[in-house]
């Protein structure tokens, strides 16, 4: 088998997260490319969490509902998920807890037999896992010593012990490609940020986003940067002005929630030219919502938010090349013309695991800002044909460096005028104009699937995997555009030239990519949306588009 | 040779408003400390939003004016950045212990080695007469014409309580008390609180109870928490006792910016770190 999906369910607290890991990178050693999906509840032990690790031989970033192996850790497991299962399909329960067909592993029994504790049930469901797709005991061996090395020889004790008792199933053959590792969208944005000269990373958790302060906090060390978790995200957002104004790349992280409190920061980071990268990870609202589901919903809200009138750059990654690649564009931007960023992903993006190829994201050099060259005398807001006033890093001897949230003159010092007022509001919108032209030289939407069809699938986002693999299989173009703000329209409608029927793909309820595009005069002929927190599995995709070309 | 730090900045507060001396206070601790070979680059004053932080347009150093109760989380980013820094924040009562109350709590929980000087006004002034979380009770204001209902908190008490290593009151009829508690404040490593009882002459002209009541802590062991407790708590805010000013309270203790400092060095290229992320990835 070259394409097989794997379901690993059962209560929270049982590892799931970590199985599906440790599976991800025993198919990852076979050359495969990996995709994981997660869906867990929004609590800390029991309800039913599963994950689903897609391995193909082709890169993948999309989740199957048909699925050819089901690990089942509880009844639920087999009861929720049994309709997925394909023809054929390998099915390892534990036959202690567990009433099911198929291969029944007592893990139960072997567990307090080893005197093993609860989590190590994971482990030895991939034992016998391993045994029946024909994966060598040396490799589950490895890939247990990697995960669970202060705990490997009793789970290494359990898993052996499935391995001897499953019998040989199914053949996953070894691939003969380069292997690639594999991140979540989240890790990928954090090395990206990382790439580009990040300094200090300052966060309040909240999911789909808190990992990246635990995947940055944890690799501080090795980065030399600083990792920051203050009160409240209103404290985030202020903190990382004060670490700006010091000439520090800096850049936070939240979802829709948190981005509320941002506001006020980021309309001060606009005016005040302190640049931060915000990285907003969707997730259902109104309010407090599905806290643990996906979504793409903040849209309008990222575009708009914050009073008053200003430049951002704003740009929504699809898969972890594109978050790798796209957080140092974001950095980079923000550094250069000293306005805020905003990275958008989702948690189906963020959470997710994919395979990770290097060559699909090439790293950008390291920007640094435009400094004051010393000739002048220094005026932190110098009106400038680009708009950009060069900078002075505190502390400077010849420089006083004043910002400020009113209105201020070149100097910093706060104004009322009314010619002034315009002029300096004139100064920080042409900002966004250069920025809009140096985004020309990027590949700000990309083009998939069929070049020659006249039926196009527009999506953004998480949405890019799902809408690819289907469109190669329907004959159909995709368009994704990534760079949302500054809007690249003029590359926008090129790749549109010809198009007889467009259908908007995304998970939300009113359609805010479409009503974006028909906002700038283009027609969106339809709308696919889905708004219950999951993502589109390859086979939904595919009917919805197949009703909406009837 | 004294500096005059002023700016071009026309000086917009009222005649009498208690923020002059606070100005020249601050100015005076600064050129006192530049003469003890403090360099003025490496001062950054911070302020929130209203009468009181219009200060940052009238001293010539570096400075942000920053949002209404957001001084101390920007002056917490700028100290973290650059520890050298001698990051001062201002603001007034409303700023700070009403919208950012949570920052300072956790600024003084922190021991983040900031100044905080808070214009103690107990009046909101710039939006025109309203109260604020020092206003005694029964407080006439525009948005309580029949007096408040609510007791005020005191700020040093909850200061201590929180942890702040430097706490301290002044008045705006004290110039030299305020002088030599700024500088000690600046020169304090920790986080230091000092309320100055800054009179608002337009919406709450306190001078004359304030000069009868008032007098200079003597005798008074700053480093013993329980004196320090119990001379804070003789003034509430509300009650019409003996006012203390000076310094309360005086502890040397570890500060956030020491315990944060980076992890590791700075690396500028970070190609073979995240190489080697890649790798450990399987």
């Known amino acids: 088998m070259k394409d097989l999906s794997i379901l690993i369910g059962g209560k ?77 399909a390998l099915v390892i329960y534990d036959s202690d807890s567990v009433k099911s067909e198929g291969t029944g592993i007592a893990l139960g029994k072997i567990l307090k037999e080893e005197n093993a504790t609860e989590i190590a049930r994971n482990t030895a469901i991939i034992g016998a896992f391993c045994k029946a797709v024909g994966i060598e005991w040396k490799i589950l061996e490895d890939t247990v010593k990697k995960y669970i090395p202060k705990e490997a020889d009793i789970n290494l004790k359990v898993a052996l012990r499935a391995y001897n008792e499953a019998k040989p199933a199914l053949k996953i053959v070894a691939l003969k490609q380069p292997l690639l590792p594999f991140f979540t969208g989240n890790e990928s944005a954090s090395l990206g940020l990382v790439k580009a000269g990040l300094d200090t990373y300052i966060s309040y958790p ?48 939240s979802s829709g929630g948190g981005f509320c409190l941002m506001t006020e920061g980021l309309s001060f980071s606009a005016m005040a030219e302190l640049p931060v990268v915000i990285v907003l990870g969707q997730r259902p609202g109104p309010s407090t ?20 009138e200003f430049a951002r750059f704003m740009v929504a990654p699809g898969d972890a090349e594109e978050c790798y690649y796209w957080a140092q564009v974001a950095l980079n931007m923000s550094g250069k013309y000293q306005l805020p960023s905003i990275i958008l992903t989702d948690k189906t993006l963020a959470e997710g695991t994919f395979s990770f190829d290097m060559n699909l994201a090439k790293p950008l050099p390291v920007q640094d800002p435009v400094l004051w060259d010393r000739k002048t005398p220094y005026k932190r807001y110098l009106n400038t044909d680009s708009g950009i006033s060069p900078l002075a890093l505190v502390p400077d001897k010849d420089a006083t460096i004043k910002a400020n949230s009113y209105e201020h003159d070149e100097s910093g010092i706060t104004t009322e005028d009314a010619a002034l007022t315009k002029t300096m509001q004139d100064k920080r919108l042409r900002k966004g104009v250069h920025l809009a032209k140096e985004l020309e030289e990027y590949e700000t939407v990309k083009v998939y699937g069929n070049a020659n069809s006249d039926t196009v699938i527009l999506c953004w986002g998480s949405n890019k995997g799902v809408s690819v693999e289907v469109a190669s299989k329907m004959g159909l173009k995709v368009v994704q555009p990534i760079v949302l703000e500054p809007f690249p329209l003029n590359r926008f409608k090129e790749t549109l030239k010809g198009v007889k029927k467009l259908i908007a793909v995304e998970n939300n309820a009113t359609g805010q990519l479409a009503s974006l595009i028909n906002g700038l005069g283009l027609k969106v002929d339809a709308k696919i949306l889905k708004y219950d927190g999951r993502p589109f599995s390859l086979e939904e995709l595919e009917e919805l588009l197949k009703g909406a070309l009837r | 040779m004294k500096k005059d730090l002023g700016t071009y900045a026309t000086n917009t507060w009222c005649p009498g408003c208690g923020n002059f001396a606070i100005l020249n206070a601050i100015k005076a601790a600064l050129n006192s400390l530049a003469d003890e070979g403090l360099p003025m680059e490496n001062v950054v004053m911070v302020s929130g939003i209203g009468c009181s932080s219009k200060i940052v347009d009238y ?94 908190i005191n700020p040093l008490e909850l200061m201590l309580a929180s942890g702040a290593t430097y706490i301290a009151r002044g008045t705006s009829h004290g110039l030299d008390i305020l002088k030599k508690i700024f500088k000690e404040a600046i020169l304090h490593k920790g986080f230091a609180i000092v309320d100055v009882l800054q009179v608002c002459v337009t919406y709450y002209n306190m001078y004359e109870y304030y000069d009868k009541r008032v007098y200079e802590l003597k005798d008074h062991d ?24 000076g310094v309360f309270y005086k502890k040397e203790a570890p500060t956030f910016e020491d315990r944060m400092a980076p992890a590791g060095p700075k690396i500028k290229d970070r190609t073979d770190k995240i190489k080697e992320v890649l790798d450990e990835s399987f």
């Open chain 2, 59 to 152: 001293v010539n150093v570096n400075s942000v004016y920053s949002l209404h109760g957001r001084g101390i989380p920007t002056a917490t980013g700028i100290k973290l950045a650059k520890p050298e820094l001698k990051v001062i924040s201002h603001a007034g009562d409303g700023d700070g212990y009403g919208e950012g109350l949570e920052h300072i709590v956790f600024a003084a929980k922190r021991n983040v080695d900031i100044t905080a000087i808070i214009h103690d006004n107990r009046v909101y002034g710039l939006t025109t007469g309203q109260y604020t979380p020092t206003s005694p009770l029964g407080f006439k204001g525009r948005s309580t014409p029949f007096g408040t209902e609510e007791l005020p």
């Open chain 1, 289 to 308: 919502g599905l806290p643990t589901y996906s979504c793409q919903t903040e849209l309008h809200f990222a575009l708009h938010a914050g009073q008053g």
């Open chain 2, 222 to 245: 700053a480093s013993d928490f329980n004196q320090a407790m119990a001379k804070i708590r003789e003034w509430d805010y509300n009650s019409d006792s003996p006012i203390a000013l």
């Open chain 1, 206 to 253: 909240m999911t789909p986003t808190s990992p990246m302060l635990h995947f940055l906090a944890a690799q501080a060390e090795r980065f030399g940067i600083k990792v920051i978790h203050p009160e409240s995200e209103i404290s985030v957002m202020l903190m990382a002005t004060g670490a700006a104004y010091c000439g520090e790349k800096v850049a936070v992280g």
């Open chain 1, 12 to 88: 929270a607290g049982f590892g799931i997260d970590k199985g599906s890991s440790m599976i991800a990178s025993l198919l990852s050693r076979l050359g495969y490319r990996i995709y994981i999906y997660r869906d867990y509840p929004s609590l800390i032990r029991g309800g039913h969490t599963f994950t689903i690790i897609r391995a193909s031989e082709n890169k993948v970033a999309a989740h199957s509902d048909k699925v050819d192996v089901l690990l089942a850790l509880n009844q639920d497991a087999i009861n929720l998920h049994k309709a997925r299962l394909k023809e054929n």
